[in-house]
């Protein structure tokens, strides 16, 4: 079975510009969740989705973005970038959101020059 | 503010040991606990979840929570080079559906 994937893995922007990162969970699995890790500390949650609509948001500026589509696949959009924007993206799915457990996938490596 | 806190390390094991790795947390509500590894680069791997107190073994890790210390804790039995990572306590808070919150990680290293 495959498991979350992510792309793109790696990906280098200019303060300024915007980026919009993917993901597709489990099969099966209806709730995305995006978490934010910068190196050196724990990943931070930013948004979770279920069902296309919004349950969750962390404590983000109006920057970030999200969306869920039809297939359960998710998009994490970020405009402006900052500096402070280059960090690991982590997607991570779950059957739905009162789940317990979640799975991440490899992430997405976004540095902001 | 709710918080996850995790001593950032390293902790230094000989191969063997027992390694033990602590972690406490601020909301008195809180639900769920689990325990991440995660190597260097790679993403967290979900190794333990916790949801009562008192001990949980699999394998060579046993978790341990304790909900009036706010307290939790993993040991790894029998430690291993291949161990070496980055350890993260995730707390599900009740309010919060299934959002974690993490704390800083604990690198372990274990040394042959």
């Known amino acids: 079975d495959a498991g979350v994937t992510q792309s793109p893995t790696h990906l280098i922007k200019t303060r300024g510009q915007h980026v919009t990162l993917r993901c597709s969970p489990i099969?099966?699995?209806?709730?995305v969740s995006w978490y934010q890790q910068v190196l050196g500390q724990g990943p931070q949650f930013i948004f979770q989705?279920?069902?296309?609509?919004?349950?969750g948001r962390g404590n983000f500026p109006d920057r970030f973005s999200a969306r869920q589509f039809p297939n359960y696949s998710s998009e994490l959009n970020v405009n402006a970038l900052l500096l402070g924007d280059s960090a690991l993206y982590l997607c991570?799915?779950?059957?739905?959101?009162?789940?317990?457990?979640?799975?991440f996938g490899p992430g997405t490596r976004l540095l902001v020059l | 503010q709710k918080e996850v806190e995790q001593n950032s390390g390293p902790l230094s094991v000989p191969e063997g040991a027992i390694a033990s790795l602590n972690c406490t947390y601020s909301?008195?509500?809180?639900?769920?606990f689990f325990w991440y590894r995660q190597y260097s680069g790679k993403s967290p791997e979900l190794i333990m979840s916790?949801?009562?107190?008192g001990d949980k073994e699999d394998g060579r890790f046993t978790a341990q929570l304790n909900k009036a210390s706010q307290y939790v804790s993993l040991l790894i039995r029998d430690s291993q080079p291949s161990d070496s990572a980055t350890y993260l306590c995730?707390?599900?808070?009740?309010?919060?559906?299934?959002?974690?919150?993490f704390g800083g990680g604990t690198r372990l290293m274990v040394k042959p």
């Open positions: 909301d008195r509500v809180s639900q769920s």
């Open positions: 099969s099966g699995h209806k709730s």
């Open positions: 989705y279920y069902e296309k609509e919004e349950r």
């Open positions: 995730a707390v599900n808070m009740e309010d919060a559906g299934n959002m974690l919150t």
């Open positions: 991570a799915s779950s059957p739905d959101p009162r789940a317990e457990t979640q799975y």
């Open positions: 916790i949801y009562s107190n």
